[in-house]
C-alpha cells in the first residue's frame, strides 16, 4: 500500500510568520495535534508545530521559533511500511509528504491505524506492544498536579483511578491544554549597594522585573475532565482488534488489563504500528 492511498490532502497548517494564538486556535477548532507549518506566500515545508511545542515555550509567540525545523518527511510514492518506520525510529506521530518541496498530504498514526492496519488480519496480542509504564493518578488529583505527573513520564496521556484503584477515566494532552490558558507574572527582585563605612555614600538599589509565562490550570480534578466511556482490552486482544476499536471510537490509545480485571499497561496507536513495518 501506498501513502498517496492514506494520507490526507485537505489538510490544516500555519504559516511563518505566525504566532501561538492563531495556531492554537486552529489545533482546539479542528481537534487537531500538530500542524505542518509553510513558508508565507508558498507550499513550502519550513516546519511543524506540536501542542507540545505549545506547551513547552509558554513565553515564546512567534512560530518560527517554537517549530522543529528538522523535518521527517515521505513522499506519496512512498509505502506505508517506510512511514510507519519513520515514525517509529524517530518517535513522531505524523509526517508530512511532500512533493518537489511543496507540502502535498500529512500522515498520522491514527491514518495508519485506520485506513490499513484494521484491514490486516495480525492476531499478534497488545501485550507484545503496550507500554507498562504510565502514568495514573487519584480521579481527585488537581489538574495541574495531574499535569506534571504526565509530564514527568514524557507521555501524552494519563489515567485516572477510583478509590479502589481501578480506572475510572482517561486524560490527554488536549484536555489538559482545554482547561488551561497561558498567564503572565512578575516577579520583583531587588539588589542594594553601598559604601561601607562612609556615611556621605549614597545606598544603590537596583530593580528586575522579570515576567514569566505559565500554563494556569482551572480549580477542576481529574474526575471533573477526563473521559469515562472507557474503551479497554486485554492483553491477548489482538492488534486488528486493537486498531478497529481505535478506528470505531477515534482515539489514539486504550488502557490494556489482565485476566483479573487489574490494569497492566497502554497500547497506543504509535505502538500498533510497528505491527506495520514487521
Request: proline share 3%; charged share 25%; net charge negative.
Amino acid at each position: 500500500m501506498l501513502v498517496n492511498e492514506i494520507m490526507a490532502e485537505d489538510i490544516y497548517f500555519v504559516r511563518v510568520p505566525g504566532n501561538r494564538t492563531n495556531a492554537l486556535e486552529i489545533m482546539r477548532e479542528k481537534k487537531v495535534s500538530g500542524l505542518p507549518v509553510v513558508k508565507n506566500g508558498t507550499n513550502e515545508l519550513v516546519g511543524v508545530l506540536t501542542r507540545t511545542d505549545l506547551v513547552e515555550n509558554p513565553d515564546e509567540e512567534q512560530i518560527a521559533l517554537i517549530m522543529t525545523r528538522n523535518i521527517i518527511t515521505a513522499s506519496p510514492d512512498d509505502d506505508v511500511k517506510d512511514v510507519a518506520a519513520k515514525m517509529i525510529t524517530n518517535n513522531i506521530r505524523r509526517v508530512p509528504i511532500v512533493k518537489d518541496g511543496s507540502l502535498v498530504g500529512l500522515v498520522t498514526a491514527s491514518d495508519l491505524i485506520n485506513k490499513a492496519l484494521w484491514k490486516m488480519d495480525i492476531q499478534d496480542p497488545a501485550e507484545n506492544y503496550m507500554i507498562q509504564k504510565i502514568p495514573t493518578s487519584w480521579e481527585g488529583t488537581p489538574l495541574n498536579v495531574a499535569f506534571e505527573i504526565m509530564r514527568y513520564y514524557k507521555l501524552k496521556v494519563l489515567l485516572g483511578l477510583n478509590n479502589d484503584g481501578k480506572i475510572s477515566g482517561i486524560l490527554t494532552e488536549t484536555d489538559f491544554i482545554e482547561e488551561s490558558e497561558v498567564v503572565s507574572e512578575r516577579t520583583v527582585h531587588n539588589t542594594s549597594v553601598g559604601t561601607e563605612g562612609d556615611k556621605w555614600s549614597w545606598d544603590s538599589k537596583s530593580v528586575l522585573y522579570v515576567i514569566k509565562n505559565h500554563l494556569k490550570f482551572s480549580d477542576k480534578t481529574i474526575k471533573d475532565v477526563a473521559n469515562t466511556d472507557l474503551v479497554i482490552v486485554t492483553t491477548k486482544t489482538s492488534v486488528q482488534q486493537c486498531a478497529n476499536k481505535m478506528r470505531q471510537r477515534n482515539i489514539e490509545q486504550i488502557p490494556v488489563i489482565d485476566v483479573e480485571g487489574d490494569l497492566v499497561g497502554l497500547v497506543r496507536a504509535v505502538d500498533l504500528i510497528k505491527a506495520i513495518s514487521d
